[in-house]
């Protein structure tokens, strides 16, 4: 007797593809897209779905999570200095004291825990998938995303006339790491000017990181180690407290200025 139901390849297919072109078609406008799945966007989307904000998180890679994996030097431990252990508490990731203010994990399980965490906030994801460009609207306001296949950028240059789409969205979050890849297009239109990050000084960086989180430009929202790179500021290393706290920040910086908006248009 047969286990499963009488289902073939017809089926699967069907709704797979149904399954992504009607969520596709429904984030073609979104509350906030968010530009990498790493710790810090992870957060931050978390926290805008719990509110009952229509998020989107785009990630070029085929997984999620970034570095949060694999932790410093290949080895997946993952360090927290306080206060940002509570991040762990909440999200119900056992970890240990390494020192006093220091505390560590396993990186598989706390980066498992934050997507899950995520998707059951109602986070949706766009894998394999790269941002090309910002979308503008009047008075240069980033009013969504322009992407492509992430395989798209493998392709030999003379087949590669592979035309991207937008997304539109009311505010964007670069949360992609040292790259700081949306706000760089807007440095390349010579709207904004980065720093670079600077050596590495963990004590200073993460606050630092946290302090600086906030709008860049109207529209655009930085969070995490893109911070570092359009301040100029101390890179951290492999300690992930600051990229949680400041993804924390982001959304709270996010809902201001949707409500903000809201009130505008009413």
């Known amino acids: 007797m047969p286990i499963f ?30 530009i990498g799945a790493g710790p810090a966007g992870l957060v931050a989307g978390k926290e805008l779905a719990a ?17 949060f994996w694999i932790g410093g030097y290949l080895m997946n431990k993952v360090t927290f200095r306080a206060p940002a252990q509570k991040v762990l508490d909440e999200l119900g990731v056992p970890y240990e004291e390494a020192s006093k203010g220091l505390y560590v994990a396993d990186g598989p399980h706390a980066c498992s825990k934050l997507i899950a965490a995520a998707c059951d906030a109602g986070v949706k994801f766009a894998n394999m998938t790269m941002f090309d460009d910002v979308v503008l609207r009047q ?19 003379e087949i590669t006339c592979v035309d991207p789409i937008a997304l539109e969205c009311r505010l964007v979050i670069d949360a ?25 000084w963990v004590e200073r960086s993460e606050d630092l990181v946290v ?9 655009l929202i930085v969070c995490g180690m893109a911070v570092t790179t359009v301040y100029g ?7 992930f407290g600051g990229m949680l706290l400041s993804g924390k920040r982001a959304a709270e910086v996010a809902t201001h200025q949707l409500k903000q908006t809201h009130t505008a248009t009413h």
């Not at 139901?5 to 968010?34: C, H, M, N, W």
């Not at 992609?176 to 590495?200: N, P, S, W």
């Open 5 to 34: 139901a009488p289902v073939g390849e017809k089926e699967v297919t069907q709704a797979i593809v149904g399954g992504f072109l009607r969520q596709f078609e429904q984030y073609a406008s979104s509350d906030v897209i968010i």
């Open 51 to 67: 509110l009952g904000r229509k998020v989107l998180i785009v990630e070029r890679n085929n997984y999620l999570g970034g570095g």
């Open 139 to 157: 008075g240069n306001v980033v009013a969504g995303v322009v992407i492509n296949w992430t395989p798209v950028s493998a392709l030999p240059r």
């Open 176 to 200: 992609t790491g040292h790259d700081a890849c949306v706000v760089k297009r807007l440095q390349d239109r010579e709207m904004i000017k980065m720093k670079g990050f600077g050596a590495m």
């Open 211 to 219: 302090e600086h989180t906030g709008e860049v430009h109207p529209g």
């Open 233 to 239: 500021l101390p890179r951290m290393g492999p300690t």
